[in-house]
């Protein structure tokens, strides 16, 4: 059980990584006149991010449960 917990905080900071990276780049993007073309993209950062904290909220209630709460 601790190694599945182990697993799951490696993920969880990969996923915050990946997460903070998507969120940079939709700033980037932004800043950015608008055109089709970066709304987009605009559209499918947001979609990501919206997964990846999806994501990262699932894993947190697993590594509450891995750890016994």
Do not use: C, F, N
């Amino acid at each position: 059980m601790h190694m599945e917990r182990e697993a799951l905080i490696a993920r969880k900071q990969e996923v915050r990584r990946l997460l903070e990276q998507a969120q940079r780049e939709l700033a980037r993007l932004e800043a950015q006149p608008v055109t089709w073309r970066t709304r987009r993209a605009r559209g499918k950062l947001e979609s990501k991010i919206e997964r990846l904290m999806a994501e990262e909220y699932a894993l947190r209630l697993a590594i509450d449960r891995a750890s016994g709460k």
